[in-house]
């Protein structure tokens, strides 16, 4: 996974403004990192948004990190 994160987390200045956002989506890194920070487990945030998955969470704490 510590490689996979680059196919999955894309930067597009027509997008979001270019924030990193999860590639085919609009959904920003900084939103998912703002939803963990409130409590949101990976499945609720999942159930939410049914485009993401858990690589994606987990693409975006390694490229935040």
């Known amino acids: 996974m510590n490689n ?3 196919n999955l987390i894309s930067i597009d200045p027509d ?3 270019g924030k990193p956002i999860i ?3 609009r959904i920003c890194v900084s939103d ?3 939803w963990l920070s409130t409590g949101m ?3 609720q945030i999942i159930e ?3 485009e993401l998955n ?3 969470i987990l693409a ?4 935040s990190a």
């Not at 975006?60 to 490229?63: E, R, V």
């Open 23 to 25: 590639t085919g989506t």
């Open 4 to 6: 996979n994160w680059q």
């Open 15 to 17: 997008i979001r403004f």
């Open 41 to 43: 487990s990976f499945e």
């Open 48 to 50: 939410d948004f049914p």
């Open 54 to 56: 858990k690589e994606h």
């Open 32 to 34: 998912i990192l703002s």
């Open 60 to 63: 975006t704490l390694i490229f």
